[in-house]
């Protein structure tokens, strides 16, 4: 049977202060509502909030609406072994100093940059860790074939990209912004775009391990 819990849906009253944008941060377009879930304590996602559906259509992600993702693990829709590992320790730091932790990460479209802060909270008096993401800043560039999920792959190459700023790995010269590491790998020169991996880059992991420190 499934256990039903009664979980409060995040609003004013009971997120923190954290949440806050800094409305003088540059920014492109008007701003976004934030995207919110929340996890129990067996970390399935319960709880859906804010503009998820819209945000998941507009970037092509039907699989991932609300009605495919509620009740179902945070973990399988986790990408990459590292990234993981990275989240369940931001996780348990969360629930062990119920501190909320807050840092800025890349969600990139293939025609703009795309930068936001996400808060992860815990409530005390409920076992729910709630997920805030607001997008900070956007920088429109040119578009970038290998950020589109409709373009044309190739299943016998792979190119692996940060989850946190999106960077790209090139062979072993270090991580690259996505138009320079399409320049480095001439992807120009390709009919189909690699299959894209995800991990932690060097950086991005110890900017990961500061906020556990």
């Not at 409530?123 to 900070?136: G, K, S």
């Not at 912004?177 to 995800?198: G, M, N, Q, S, W």
Request: net charge negative.
């Amino acid at each position: 049977m499934n256990e039903s819990k009664n979980y409060a849906k995040p609003h004013e009253s009971i997120l923190p202060k954290v949440y806050n944008i800094n409305m003088n941060e540059p920014r492109t377009g008007q701003s976004q509502p934030p995207v919110i879930y929340g996890i129990d304590e067996r970390d399935r996602i319960v709880l859906i909030d804010g503009a998820w559906d819209a945000f998941a259509v507009a970037n092509h992600a039907e699989h991932v609406i609300s009605s495919q993702v509620l009740h179902t693990s945070l973990w399988e829709h986790c990408r990459g072994a590292m990234v993981e590992q990275v989240y369940r320790n931001l996780l348990q730091r969360v629930r062990v100093t119920k501190r909320p932790i807050e840092f800025i990460y890349r969600c990139d479209a293939p025609e703009r940059r795309r930068f936001i802060r996400m808060c992860i909270t815990k409530r005390e008096d409920q076992p729910l860790i709630t997920f805030m993401n607001q997008i900070v800043r956007e920088e429109l560039r040119p578009y970038q074939a290998l950020l589109d999920v409709t373009a044309p792959r190739r299943s016998d190459e792979l190119v692996a990209m940060c989850s946190w700023c999106n960077k790209v790995r090139v062979d072993e010269s270090g991580w690259y912004e996505v138009e320079d590491a399409i320049a480095a790998l001439k992807l120009f020169e390709r009919d189909a775009c690699p299959e894209i991996t995800h991990t932690i880059c060097p950086s991005c992991l110890a900017r990961s391990e500061a906020e556990l420190a």
